[in-house]
């Protein structure tokens, strides 16, 4: 056999495996049969008055409550952007949400601009073929100001970012990330804004600090997302780590459609009735409150390793009583007791009964990814 024909076959052998490879990529990622997802199942999501409450809603007016999970820190938690890790969260966990965390500082977005901007991408990406709800997280943290300058100069220097920056030079990074995700999304029915994680250090109030703050993010949005289906829901952290959730009452953004809403975040082991207090408070007051993390153990994570569950029923059970959604911090694989993952966990979940649905195995999973798994699942 001639140097010819053997590379002709061995292209030929080469070109029959990605085939291969593509077809049975195709089939592991397809929707199984029956499966009705979330967007199809509850719409382009409003916030609608209800007995005086804002009521996250379907698209035909119902009230609806969205349980899912937060990525960790996409810098460090990457590997869960996979079709299989989506797959997984999609048809075996039944999420109805996925919150993308794109921290800012701590090697994220402010190093890496590009490269962070494109994991959203994916993740965006990723849950839009399942018809999951998806929340982009501008992850506020250290040094906790939304308004500091090392978020407020993050990105601008992006390509992707020039035609925006070229009509609005006075926009910060976060205008122009999140006008770009609204220019390039906004038609989507499913996509959520998080304009600033968990403020904190605050020096000044809300309506002196964050509402401005979170007036320009809001503003740039409803410039860029033109596609005449309706605004997507603007969620606005709030102060002490995203804890002083009735701040706004009185004092709120100005949306012409008012779809606005706030955050609360606690975490079982450390946040307890008084918190649930302001947020009821919020809710009897008008504001639409979304509880974009929550974590089993303590406020630290869990470095102690204990899991509440006693807590985190009493939270759960009060938020389906009073139809707030939450997203569970986090899809990442550590030793500590707020991880849904125990630290050497699969990559890629696989098909582990043969319905075609790809699964972590239960020895993967640790105490909160388990527990937490079982109530979005409604077990």
Request: aromatic share 12%.
């Amino acid at each position: 056999m001639d140097n010819f024909t053997k590379f002709k076959n061995l292209c030929l052998i080469g070109l029959l495996f990605l085939l291969t490879a593509c077809v049975g990529g195709l089939k592991s990622h397809e929707k199984p049969e029956g499966f009705v997802s979330p967007v199809e199942k509850y719409g382009k999501i409003r916030l609608v008055e209800i007995d005086g409450r804002r009521r996250l809603c379907k698209e035909n007016g119902e009230p609806v409550q969205l349980k899912g999970m937060s990525t960790m820190g996409l810098q460090w938690e990457e590997w869960i952007l996979s079709e299989e890790a989506f797959d997984a969260l999609a048809y075996d966990w039944r999420c109805d949400v996925v919150r993308l965390a794109m921290y800012i500082t701590e090697g994220g977005y402010k190093d890496d601009p590009f490269g962070m901007l494109a994991k959203v991408e994916k993740g965006i990406k990723l849950a839009s073929d399942r018809g999951l709800y998806v929340i982009v997280d501008w992850h506020v943290l250290t040094p906790g100001d939304p308004n500091a300058n090392d978020y407020l100069n993050a990105g601008k220097s992006l390509s992707q970012y020039s035609a925006i920056k070229k009509d609005h030079p006075e926009y910060s990074g976060p205008e122009l990330f999140f006008a770009y995700l609204s220019q390039k999304y906004g038609d989507l029915p499913n996509i959520l804004w998080e304009t600033a994680n968990e403020p904190n250090k605050l020096s000044k109030s809300w309506s002196e600090s964050l509402l401005p703050y979170h007036q320009k993010i809001l503003n740039a949005v409803r410039l860029y997302d033109k596609d005449g289906l309706g605004d997507n829901i603007v969620i606005c952290g709030t102060g002490t780590w995203s804890q002083e959730v009735d701040a706004p009452i009185g004092n709120e953004a100005s949306d012409p459609e008012g779809q606005v809403m706030y955050t609360v975040h606690f975490y079982a082991g450390t946040h307890g009735q008084w918190l649930m207090d302001r947020v009821k408070n919020a809710l009897d007051r008008g504001l639409a409150v979304f509880c974009t993390e929550w974590g089993t153990s303590e406020a630290d994570g869990g470095q102690n390793g204990k899991v509440y569950i006693a807590e985190s029923e009493d939270w759960l059970d009060f938020f389906e009583a009073n139809g707030v959604s939450w997203c569970n911090w986090s899809l990442a694989r550590a030793a500590q007791s707020s991880a849904a993952f125990k630290p050497n966990a699969a990559s890629f979940p696989k098909d582990l009964d043969g319905d075609g649905v790809p699964n972590w195995k239960d020895s993967d999973l640790s105490a909160s990814g388990t527990y937490v798994r079982g109530r979005i699942r409604g077990e």
